[in-house]
């Protein structure tokens, strides 16, 4: 079985799934609340929404005859996390990139004229 993180991003990778998720920012929501604008059967967004409750994106609950479906934020926590310390380490070797960069001459060198040629235009 995959780690979390890694079924996370699995479940994510698909753009009905990552746009079901958010839908869901905006509030709980139903199977058919969720079915409503695509051109597929209950099924088939079942199917996605159980991909995204194994990855812990989301969860089901039970509220009388509704089983809404809820985001679920401690998942985005942890890919952003992971995220957030690689973007640290590209922002270090971008100011080390900067660094060095203000260090290099602002105007570039004149070229040399080449042996050999004679450049009198008198």
């Known amino acids: ?20 998720v958010a839908r869901l920012t905006d509030g709980d929501a139903t199977v058919s609340e969720l079915a409503a604008p695509y051109d597929v059967s209950l099924q088939a967004v ?3 929404l159980k991909v995204l409750e194994d ?9 009388a005859q509704r089983r809404p479906v809820h985001l679920e934020a401690e998942v985005f926590d ?6 957030e310390r690689y973007r640290r380490q590209a922002e270090e070797r ?9 260090t290099l001459p602002t105007s570039p060198p004149t070229p040399a ?3 050999g040629v004679n450049d009198d235009r008198t």
């Not at 079985?1 to 079901?20: G, H, N, V, W």
């Open 1 to 20: 079985m995959a780690d979390p993180l890694s079924q996370a991003f699995a479940a994510l990778a698909d753009p009905t799934r990552r746009d079901i």
């Open 46 to 48: 079942s199917k996605h």
């Open 55 to 63: 990855a812990g994106v989301v969860s089901r609950s039970r509220d």
């Open 78 to 83: 942890l890919m952003t996390k992971w995220l």
């Open 94 to 102: 971008y100011e080390r990139l900067d660094d060095l960069l203000t």
């Open 113 to 115: 004229p080449a042996e």
